[in-house]
């Protein structure tokens, strides 16, 4: 079974600096795809960014970014300068086919 | 492009009754999955269908529920004789085709209050 973990229910950061959100997941397959989605107080799912397993090239969105280690089955994002806007919650989710698991999430908070 | 609709927004039954929730898929898109989120949780996939057939309903309960995506109109997803354990966010979200790197889209989703 593919299950995604989020290790940090809350995680807290300064306006304009930098923030990285964890997840790991478990799964036997090879080929595979990753996404970051947030989903701020209006409940929208947005999506941030996502990674295709078979590159090994990190995922750079803007200020989002991804540390994707296949070996370790680790998948980070980090935010980078920090804005009062990206205060929400984080869901990491893994995909295969029609399947798409998500992690509990990660609430996001940003001090002004 | 309006986005994956869903409607309504909030939605108030007593225990008993029948919840309906409608969802309209992007333009294009004929692939729907329904999930549904507890709170402080993420999102449990329930179903996926494609136009008139379910291909994975493996996370909807077995009573109760039913969903479907006719060849005309939205994806409902129905819940018969509610009760408190049903309340929750139920989102909608479609993609243009199944696997690979398309990505969903997600509704705003229902919520679902049983009192």
């Known amino acids: 079974a593919q299950t995604v973990t989020q290790s940090q229910p809350e995680m807290s950061v300064q306006e304009a600096e930098t923030v990285t959100l964890s997840c790991t997941y478990d799964?036997?397959?090879?080929?595979?795809?990753l996404f970051w989605y947030k989903q701020p107080p209006s409940r929208q799912m947005i999506l941030v960014i996502r990674q295709e397993a078979y590159k090994q090239q990190n995922a750079t969105e803007n200020r989002f970014s991804v540390n994707f280690q296949k070996a370790a089955k680790s998948f980070s994002l980090k935010i980078s300068d920090s804005q009062l806007g990206d205060a929400a919650m984080y869901f990491c989710a893994y995909r295969i086919n029609n399947d798409m698991r998500f992690g509990a999430g990660t609430r996001l908070t940003v001090k002004p | 492009n309006a986005g994956v609709m869903q409607n309504p927004r909030h939605l108030v039954r007593r225990r008993g009754q029948e919840a309906r929730l409608r969802c309209s898929p992007m333009?294009?898109?004929?692939?729907v999955y329904w999930y549904r989120q507890l709170p402080e949780e993420g999102l449990k996939f329930m179903v996926y269908?494609?136009?008139?057939?379910?291909?994975?309903e493996s996370g909807m309960p077995k009573e109760r529920f039913s969903a479907e995506f006719p060849k005309e109109g939205p994806s409902i997803l129905r819940i018969q004789q509610v009760v408190r354990g049903d309340s929750a966010a139920y989102f909608c979200a479609s993609s243009h085709g199944q696997g690979g790197n398309y990505g969903y889209t997600f509704g705003s989703g229902t919520r679902l209050t049983v009192v």
């Open positions: 269908l494609q136009k008139e057939n379910i291909i994975d």
């Open positions: 799964t036997s397959e090879s080929d595979y795809y």
């Open positions: 333009k294009g898109h004929s692939h």
